[in-house]
């Protein structure tokens, strides 16, 4: 009998501490998710600025900053992937611009 019991406390302790790592694990993604997050608002953000400070460099004529975006795009979707069409960036464009106005 002594040995039926300690099986029942090996399982009770091993779930208790499978619950326990889980615990700390799904926490950690939470937060890691969260800070990423974070990281890359803040790169928009930044990309953003630097669209904005190359327009302000002289008189661009709106197509040419057409232009300048549909470049970007296809270089930085080239480097990185989805997520760098012209629209996309204008919005990044938009964001630091909102940002500026609070």
């Known amino acids: ?40 608002v803040e790169a928009y953000w930044n990309v953003g600025k630097l669209i ?5 460099k002289g008189t661009k004529k709106a197509e040419y900053g057409k232009k300048v975006l549909e470049n970007l795009s296809l270089r930085l979707s080239n480097d990185f992937g989805k997520g760098f069409d012209p629209s996309n960036l204008w919005n990044m464009r938009r964001f630091y611009l909102a940002g500026l106005e609070r």
């Open 1 to 40: 009998m002594p040995d039926k019991k300690k099986e029942e406390n090996k399982v009770i302790t091993s779930s208790q501490l499978y619950k326990n790592i889980k615990a700390i694990l799904t926490e950690s993604r939470t937060r890691a998710i969260g800070a990423v997050n974070f990281i890359m």
């Open 52 to 56: 904005v400070e190359d327009e302000q």
